[in-house]
T-cell receptor, first 113, second 112 residues
Framework: EAQVTQNPRYLITVTGKKLTVTCSQNMNHEYMSWYRQDPGLGLRQIYY???????DKGDVPEGYKVSRKEKRNFPLILESPSPNQTSLYFC????????????FGPGTRLTVL | KQEVTQIPAALSVPEGENLVLNCSFTDSAIYNLQWFRQDPGKGLTSLLLIQSSQREQTSGRLNASLDKSSGRSTLYIAASQPGDSATYLCAACYVYRTALIFGKGTTLSVSS
């Protein structure tokens, strides 16, 4: 089954404790990205990757890092999480460089205390 | 600034009713517009994708239209069912941007 998976689905952590949210897709998509969803603000893009070793900032990149060492994986790294990063995070992927349908993962609900 | 607006924010209808969800976007320079469904605690499920060169797309009881000149898209749901209850999001993909720009959604409740 074609899908985007994220782990963990739920995470409660404390301020300053480094964490990684993994994202993997099995559709051989070149493009992957991360979004966060907040009440009243909607979904906003954090980072994106056009292909392996090619990443760039989205609209709200502060406090996040990403890497793209393999085509299928695109982890989101919070080096020093803060309470304002409490949010629902989604990973997405898309085929090719043209603008096709984007597929989203199930989401990771992160709470930073 | 590129923005996407969805009206209404919430909608309640009885089962069987046909309904229309509205989405408007600033800047007509879009590649495509995508409609999603989001259930509580769940991810985003893609419903329909309309390329900028298309006027509409259909999938089952769903029909989405796109009018670039007026900056509008509509999602028509025929013969609504309680299982259609969810939040519906529209998202525009603009030229020279990779990010989808999302509206804040319309939360639909269909009562039996």
């Amino acid at each position: 089954e074609a899908q985007v998976t994220q782990n963990p689905r739920y995470l409660i952590t404390v301020t300053g404790k480094k964490l990684t949210v993994t994202c993997s897709q099995n559709m051989n998509h070149e493009y992957m990205s991360w979004y966060r969803q907040d009440p009243g603000l909607g979904l906003r893009q954090i980072y994106y990757s056009m292909n392996v070793e090619v990443t760039d900032k989205g609209d709200v990149p502060e406090g996040y890092k990403v890497s793209r060492k393999e085509k299928r994986n695109f982890p989101l790294i919070l080096e020093s999480p803060s309470p304002n990063q409490t949010s629902l995070y989604f990973c997405a992927s898309m085929s090719g460089s043209s603008y096709n349908e984007q597929f989203f993962g199930p989401g990771t609900r992160l709470t930073v205390l | 600034k590129q923005e996407v607006t969805q009206i209404p924010a919430a909608l309640s209808v009885p089962e069987g009713e046909n309904l229309v969800l509205n989405c408007s976007f600033t800047d007509s320079a879009i590649y495509n517009l995508q409609w999603f469904r989001q259930d509580p605690g769940k991810g985003l499920t893609s419903l329909l994708l309309i390329q900028s060169s298309q006027r509409e797309q259909t999938s089952g009881r769903l029909n989405a239209s796109l009018d670039k000149s007026s900056g509008r898209s509509t999602l028509y749901i025929a013969a609504s069912q309680p299982g259609d209850s969810a939040t519906y999001l529209c998202a525009a993909c603009y030229v020279y941007r990779t990010a989808l720009i999302f509206g804040k959604g319309t939360t639909l409740s269909v009562s039996s």
